[in-house]
């Protein structure tokens, strides 16, 4: 990146969750360890050593936000991100990846790949409604996380896809009444608003223009953080004040 970018904003119309985090938020008083699971592809688990992946930012900003206020808790962001996988794969990882380390929280990250491989789109939706089915009702709180608004997913091959599997991500959570993370409308917000180029937002030694740059990244996991740290705060409100 040869200059700074300008200063991004994080709307409260695409950051803002509707749902509460009722596991995570107990797990936070509970006193013992508290573990969140990333679950995804390359974006989630990283590339190369010059960006650092959110789910590592993500551990980091809420370390530094709970842990003076809850001193004996231990919170750990599990990476299980996995390059060039989706969905059906991703289904496949379930039960070492997130059950047999009773998560409070779930994160998943999927889209990306469905898009970029040229994958049959409605398919991939069917494979994230079974995952999704897979993760109800058990004692952790499950979020998704649509696909970076980048180069690679704007393509005129790709646009259209890009914006069909959007709409089924969110209808999928809308479907299973989960969150969702919607880091593409933030970085689309970004580009378009903020006037930030897509060469700053995409990692500039991937020459498939994909994957998101350092910057990017942090953004978004300030965003992320952010909106997470806003749904426990008005919990905390509630639980004090309240019916």
Same mark, same amino acid.
Request: aromatic fraction near 10%; proline fraction near 5%; hydrophobic fraction near 40%.
């Given at each position: 990146?040869?200059?700074?970018?300008?200063?991004?904003?994080?709307?409260?119309?695409?950051?803002?969750?509707?749902?509460?985090?009722?596991?995570?938020?107990?797990?936070?008083?509970?006193?013992?360890?508290?573990?969140i699971?990333?679950?995804?592809?390359?974006?989630?688990?990283?590339?190369? %050593?010059?960006?650092?992946?959110?789910?590592?930012?993500l551990?980091?900003?809420?370390? =530094?936000?709970?842990?003076?206020?809850?001193?004996?808790?231990?919170?750990?962001?599990?990476n299980?991100?996995?390059?060039g996988?989706?969905?059906?794969? !991703?289904?496949?990882?379930?039960?070492?990846?997130?059950?047999?380390? !009773?998560?409070?929280?779930?994160? =998943?990250?999927?889209?990306t790949?469905?898009?970029?491989?040229?994958?049959?789109?409605?398919?991939?939706? !069917?494979?994230?409604?079974?995952?999704?089915?897979?993760?109800?009702?058990?004692?952790f709180?499950?979020?998704?996380?649509?696909?970076?608004?980048?180069?690679?997913?704007?393509k005129?091959?790709?646009?259209?896809?890009?914006?069909?599997?959007?709409?089924?991500i969110a209808?999928a959570?809308?479907?299973? !009444?989960i969150?969702?993370?919607?880091? =593409?409308?933030?970085?689309?917000h =970004?580009?378009?608003h903020?006037?930030?180029?897509?060469?700053?937002?995409?990692?500039?030694?991937?020459?498939?223009?994909?994957?998101?740059?350092?910057?990017?990244?942090?953004?978004?996991?300030?965003?992320?953080?952010?909106?997470?740290?806003?749904?426990?705060?008005?919990? %905390?409100?509630?639980?004090?004040?309240g019916?």
């Amino acid at each position: 990146m040869t200059h700074s970018p300008p200063a991004v904003d994080f709307p409260e119309s695409i950051v803002t969750l509707k749902r509460e985090l009722p596991n995570f938020f107990k797990a936070l008083r509970a006193n013992g360890p508290v573990r969140i699971v990333a679950m995804g592809s390359s974006s989630t688990a990283g590339r190369g %050593d010059d960006v650092v992946p959110y789910p590592a930012r993500l551990e980091m900003y809420l370390r =530094w936000e709970y842990q003076a206020r809850f001193p004996d808790m231990r919170l750990d962001v599990l990476n299980r991100g996995k390059g060039g996988q989706e969905a059906p794969e !991703e289904r496949q990882r379930f039960q070492k990846d997130i059950f047999d380390v !009773e998560p409070a929280l779930v994160i =998943w990250q999927v889209g990306t790949n469905a898009v970029f491989h040229n994958y049959d789109i409605k398919t991939v939706a !069917e494979e994230i409604d079974k995952g999704l089915s897979e993760l109800s009702g058990k004692k952790f709180d499950v979020m998704l996380m649509d696909s970076q608004y980048s180069t690679a997913m704007l393509k005129d091959d790709k646009a259209d896809a890009s914006e069909q599997m959007m709409s089924l991500i969110a209808a999928a959570a809308e479907k299973f !009444e989960i969150n969702l993370f919607r880091r =593409w409308a933030l970085m689309r917000h =970004w580009h378009i608003h903020n006037n930030v180029q897509l060469a700053d937002m995409v990692d500039p030694s991937d020459g498939d223009q994909l994957h998101q740059s350092d910057w990017s990244m942090m953004q978004v996991s300030k965003a992320l953080f952010g909106s997470i740290k806003d749904v426990l705060t008005k919990m %905390d409100w509630c639980l004090s004040h309240g019916p």
